[in-house]
Each structure stands twice: as structure tokens, then as C-alpha cells.
């Protein structure tokens, strides 16, 4: 099921964990398949978690249901210059709350029709459709 649910998903480099069903949305906890990660400051790999960091992103749609993915993005402490880093995830980018083709399936729907009726469609506010297509 959970490898099922991995290929379905179809996002590069991480793996479905868990999924819970609460009413009309589905949560996916999904988690890296690499267990090290490249400090940012010196290009060091490292494999010392430091922390775990959960958050709740949103995810394009399966049929009528609401999707948001559970993701860790974990925190490492770089072996070579001892500082905590956020791993760097390709499908979110860091500080927003939902992935890359979340916003791009906003996106899309903008360019086919306005503002106003895709906020209303997708259950969020003008302006954090605005956000998204920028
Ligand atoms: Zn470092």
C-alpha cells in the first residue's frame, strides 16, 4: 500500500510513511529516501540528524480529495563547520506551505480563467492565490 501510495505521489526522492483519511482530505506523511544531506555553507555531506521539523503541506488534488503531505524536513548539524541546516527539499520550497506543482496547478488555472472564481474553487483567499503565481 505505502509503496503504492509512493508511486502515485510520484514526487522524486521521498516515500510515503503513513496516510490518514479525515473526512474529504487525505494526509500523506512522507519523508526523505536520503539519509544525509549537503550543509549549504561548506558543500560538506552529513548524516547527523540534529532535529526533526514537521509541517503540513499542500499538495495538487486526487479527485475530490484534498491532499496535504505531512513532510520532515529535518534538521542536520554539518560535521565540518558544527552548524544545524535545513535539508533542501526539491518538491517545496522552504518557508511556504505548499509544493512547487500545487502552485503551478494554480497557476494554470489563473491563466484559464481569474482570480477571483480559482480562490473560490480551491478553498483559499485572493491573495494567497496571488502568492502562488508569481
Ligand atoms: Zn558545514
Redesign the pocket.
Known amino acids: 500500500m505505502k509503496r503504492q501510495l509512493t508511486e502515485l505521489l510520484s514526487l522524486t526522492g521521498v516515500h510515503v510513511k503513513s496516510q490518514k483519511q479525515v473526512d474529504d482530505i487525505l494526509i500523506l506523511e512522507v519523508e526523505s529516501n536520503s539519509k544525509k544531506a549537503v550543509?549549504p555553507?561548506?558543500?560538506?555531506i552529513?548524516s547527523r540528524l540534529h532535529q526533526n521539523h514537521y509541517s503540513l503541506i499542500k499538495d495538487i488534488p486526487w479527485g475530490e480529495k484534498e491532499v496535504f503531505l505531512r513532510v520532515n524536513r529535518r534538521q542536520f548539524k554539518?560535521e565540518?563547520?558544527?552548524?544545524p541546516?535545513s535539508e533542501e527539499l526539491n518538491f517545496v520550497r522552504k518557508r511556504q506551505k505548499h509544493t512547487v506543482r500545487y502552485a503551478q496547478h494554480i497557476t494554470e488555472q489563473v491563466v484559464n480563467s481569474d482570480l477571483k472564481s480559482v480562490a473560490e474553487r480551491n478553498n483559499l483567499t485572493e491573495s494567497e492565490v496571488e502568492t502562488m503565481i508569481k
Open positions: 550543509c555553507r561548506c558543500h560538506k552529513s554539518c565540518k563547520c558544527s552548524l541546516f
